[in-house]
């Protein structure tokens, strides 16, 4: 597929922009290190794929006949990331007094692919953009998928990273505190774009 080097360019420019998934990596790095934040890492970089399959093989087909569903589940999405800004405005008061604060586990992960609408944005996109009518539709999906799954590592990790260096330079928990704080309204920030209307 002649494709592969702009699909790799729609992917990495999509993986590695802020959205929900590399603010809350970012937030985990710096909360709770590398290590714990793995699980996180690893569902974002191998559930995103495998819901640009799910969606690429059919799943868009479903939203065209009943775009109600789309609709109930962009509506879920933003709920919980308003919620999960939430938590981390307040995660470092939660360090603070021992809480079970603890990082997303690798199926949470995978499962909040779901409900993120920037990943139905770029799902639906890369779809739209790199598949053509005039060839099988399934190994034009598994390429554009594979491509999403090699460049989501190197991605998700440039955040994670990021957030595990700003812990060294965010010594007390006050930083800590703001910087969470300003990681929930970048998280509320970035749904903004998707629940406005198109002009």
Known sequence: MEL???IALFAFTSAVTPGPNNIMLMSSGL??????????MLGICIG??????AVGLGLSAIF?????????????GVVYLLYLAWLIANSSNKMESKNSSKPFSFIQAVAFQWVNPKGWIMAVGAM????TINAPLTPQVITIALVFLSVALPCAGVWLGFGVALKKLLKDQRQQRIFNVLMALLLVASIVPMVLPAN
């Open 48 to 53: 995103f794929p495998l819901m640009v399959l």
């Open 64 to 76: 065209v006949t009943f775009p109600v569903l789309h609709t109930v589940i962009k509506v879920i």
């Open 4 to 6: 592969i080097a702009p």
């Open 31 to 40: 909360n709770f290190g590398i290590k714990r934040s793995l699980p996180h």
């Open 128 to 131: 739209a953009t790199f598949t």
